[in-house]
């Protein structure tokens, strides 16, 4: 049974750093994509940041290109988001998402990642 486990919300104030954790089980955590996407209450989750196949290759949302950064630790079936010079509009729900069987064209929606966590908190007060 795979589950997927956040951890590392809070609350920051803009321009703080905080640093989300997701600890994968029950599956062969190198052969699938991770990724993180966030949900605000009354609109859509989107996508965030994605770690491709354990590629190497990673891939950003616009508006947090250059402040986030995704890492993959495969010994410990983990997936770390590091949000730098947080904004208020950041604020959200965080979701971990895991996949083996994405393509590259479709990566961005949710609808198509298998596997999701229980998403963590995070507030960015102004």
């Known amino acids: 049974q795979v589950a997927l486990v956040e951890s590392g919300g809070g609350l920051v104030q803009a321009g703080e750093s905080l640093s989300l954790s997701c600890t994968a089980s029950g599956l062969t955590f190198t052969r699938y994509s991770m990724g993180w996407f966030r949900q605000v209450p009354g609109k859509e989750r989107e996508f965030v940041a994605i770690d491709w196949r354990n590629s190497g290759r990673t891939y950003y949302a616009d508006d947090v290109k250059g402040r986030f950064t995704i890492s993959r630790d495969n010994a410990k079936s983990m997936i770390s988001l590091q949000m730098n010079n947080l904004k208020p509009e950041d604020t959200a729900v965080y979701y971990c998402?895991?996949?083996?069987?994405?393509?590259?064209?479709?990566?961005?929606?949710?609808?198509?990642?298998?596997?999701w966590g229980q998403g963590t908190q995070v507030t960015v007060s102004s």
């Open positions: 998402a895991a996949d083996s069987s994405l393509i590259l064209s479709t990566m961005t929606t949710p609808r198509q990642w298998n596997y």
